[in-house]
């Protein structure tokens, strides 16, 4: 049972930005580090975004990540037809001593 | 590059024990700040995810309480293979079983940061 919130989709035009948020607690986000993940069709899930907002190496500064409260938001700029995937956060819960994952959110490029 | 590969049987009959083998590739399991472990993943709820363990190349590990009891992770060095057995398994253990890496960051944070092409295992008489 997911205990990041995230919207199921979202959606916008080739050349546009989507933002995609993800809500936690102060036992999870509140306290520690978010990572971002995409996962394309039929394919396994990529890092996007670790430490709330760093890119890994080979990651387009496309992609962009916030922190604020018990909140993140992960940016997605310039959308492209290859975006369409399901985009999730991540992040260690003291509470439940787990790695938690969000609910996940399908971006659609209109 | 570094790559991960899982490998196993693809259905496994109920009260049965599922036995996964992550192979890793392109470098050692016993260098950086990595961590070798499973998520898996549901099918048919592609938008679920579920972290089972992990486990540092000296043999520390950390477990999903929900499913510690039933998980044993074990990391051999020389064949650069990290295992995975969870027992007593049911159809909710049906699921697309993912081998990854955690990176420990200096920061603090962490991240799986590598991800195997996944594997399918089907919960089935």
């Known amino acids: 049972q997911s205990v990041l919130t995230q919207p199921p989709s979202v959606s916008a035009a080739p050349g546009q930005k989507v933002t995609i948020s993800c809500s936690g607690s102060?036992?999870?986000?509140?306290?520690?580090?978010v990572s971002w993940y995409r996962q394309l069709p039929g394919t396994a899930p990529k890092l996007l975004i670790y430490?709330?907002?760093k890119r890994p190496s080979g990651i387009p500064d496309r992609f962009s990540g916030s922190k604020s409260g018990t909140s993140v938001t992960l940016g997605i700029t310039g959308l492209q037809t290859g975006d369409e995937a399901d985009y999730f956060c991540?992040?260690?819960?003291?509470?439940?001593?787990?790695?938690?994952f969000g609910t996940g959110t399908k971006v659609t490029v209109l | 590059q570094v790559q991960l590969q899982e490998s196993g049987p693809g259905l496994v009959k109920p009260s049965q024990t599922l036995s996964l083998t992550c192979t890793v590739s392109?470098?050692?399991?016993?260098?950086?700040?990595?961590?070798w472990g499973w998520i898996r993943q549901p099918p048919g709820k592609g938008l679920e995810w579920e972290w089972i363990?992990?486990?540092?190349?000296?043999?520390?590990?950390s477990y999903n309480p929900s499913l510690k009891s039933r998980v044993t992770l074990s990391v051999d060095t020389s064949k650069d293979q990290v295992s995975l057995k969870l027992s007593s398994v049911t159809a909710a253990d049906t699921a697309i079983y993912y081998c990854?890496?955690?990176?420990?960051?200096?920061?603090?944070?962490?991240?799986?940061?590598?991800w195997g092409q996944g594997t399918m295992v089907t919960v089935s008489s």
């Open positions: 990854v890496r955690r990176e420990y960051y200096g920061s603090g944070g962490d991240a799986f940061d590598l």
């Open positions: 991540g992040t260690w819960d003291n509470s439940v001593s787990t790695y938690v």
């Open positions: 392109g470098g050692s399991i016993s260098s950086g700040n990595y961590f």
């Open positions: 430490d709330n907002n």
């Open positions: 102060s036992s999870n986000i509140g306290h520690n580090y």
């Open positions: 363990a992990y486990i540092y190349y000296s043999g520390s590990a």
